[in-house]
Every structure is written in C-alpha cells, then in structure tokens.
C-alpha cells in the first residue's frame, strides 16, 4: 500500500501545476515594453520641450565654455 501513495502525491502535484500554467496561461501575454508605449507621446508639449531646453542648459553649466558650442 505505501508504494502507492508515492505515485498518487505526484500525480496530484503534477495536476496543481498543471492547474497552475493554465491560469497563468488565461491570464494573456506578458505587456509590450513601457518604454515603446510612451515613446514620442509627449514630444510635441511645450512643457516637456521647455524640460528638454532646461536639461541640457543643466548639462551644459558642468563644461567649461570653451567647450559648449554656442
């Protein structure tokens, strides 16, 4: 009798995670990269242009001014 509990714990493992890949599977496929979604969205605000044009005056006080070209 004991050696067929063995075969019937597994079986009953087998079927939980049989179970589980098909929710998992239910649940559809795995979303689209966040960055390719917002990409572009926004580039024609005038906010986020006046946030690109403080950015790169931020970076551009870190060089010496011999070296921005103006």
Do not use: C, K, N
């Not at 049989?18 to 580039?43: F, Y």
């Amino acid at each position: 009798m004991p050696d067929e509990t063995i075969p019937e714990q597994r079986l009953v493992v087998v079927e939980h995670t049989i179970a589980d890949l098909q929710r998992r599977l239910e649940v559809g496929p795995p979303p689209a990269d966040w960055l390719d979604r917002v990409t572009g969205s926004i580039s024609d605000e005038a906010a986020f242009l006046e946030a690109l044009a403080y950015g790169r005056a931020f970076r551009a006080a870190d060089y010496p001014t011999d070296m921005i070209d103006s």
